[in-house]
């Protein structure tokens, strides 16, 4: 397997069970018996991303959860490296007893801004929210997504529009979700009084819209070019 980014197909036929793929991401939850549990093992998790030389964000939970999420920022997406990561750290999970939370545990919200002009609209958001801008994920081309530098909020990236569309909401968020919990988070939502706004790219993403017709989309790794 080369150190290039892996597609959502090519991680799921891995077979890591205690992993999801998201949107350029892998994660996991642990459940530990107690806090302090879950403490040393986020500190087990550390020292083997150092040993490996790659690192992901970790974060510790009461009452005792750890959530591990991979990426490689390189490739903008999963390589083998999160690969070899997600195998050691399942490995002594695994030998501290750990309880895999799966699969609702893992998500991920992003916030998508329409715009005629991403470049003028851009340093507004990155401005307001004390963001920086995010790499490309192609050489050259302009700067699409703006994130927040401790890894904490969500990114806000910047979709571009032809036309303008003044009747319809211009900002919506992006609930990246597992690809077998997507049916249920669905189903969910539309119980909850939303609508099915469109379903022509499921199942790399549902758009969906409160009663007031503020959009949503629900997002996997599936059916995506």
């Known amino acids: 397997m080369a150190d290039t980014r892996l597609s959502g197909p090519a991680f799921h036929d891995l077979g890591l069970a205690d992993w999801r793929f998201l949107v350029g991401t892998i994660e996991a ?20 991303a150092d040993a490996q030389n790659h690192h992901p964000t970790i974060h510790v939970a009461y009452p005792g ?39 609702t ?6 916030i998508a801004i329409d715009a005629m002009d991403i470049d003028v609209v851009r340093p507004f958001w990155k401005a307001v929210l004390a963001y920086v801008d995010a790499r490309p994920g192609v050489e050259g081309d302009i700067v699409r997504q703006v994130e927040d530098p401790t890894g904490i909020g969500p990114a806000v990236w910047f979709q571009q529009l032809d036309s303008p569309r003044p009747q319809r909401n211009r900002i919506h968020l992006d609930v ?12 969910a939502a539309l119980a909850a009084g939303g609508r099915l706004v469109s379903d022509a790219r499921a199942r790399a993403f549902w758009v969906l819209a409160d009663p007031e017709g503020n959009e949503a989309c629900i997002c996997t790794w599936q059916d995506r070019a």
């Open 29 to 48: 939850n642990f459940r530990f018996g107690s806090y302090a549990a879950a403490g040393v093992f986020a500190g087990r998790v550390a020292a083997l």
């Open 65 to 103: 959860v750890v959530h591990v999420v991979s990426t490689s920022h390189d490739v903008h997406g999963v390589s083998r490296r999160d690969v070899r990561l997600a195998e050691a750290v399942s490995a002594a999970a695994a030998e501290d007893g750990a309880t895999v939370q799966l699969p």
């Open 105 to 110: 545990g893992s998500a991920s919200t992003e």
């Open 176 to 187: 990246v979700v597992p690809h077998d919990v997507a049916d249920a988070r669905l189903e």
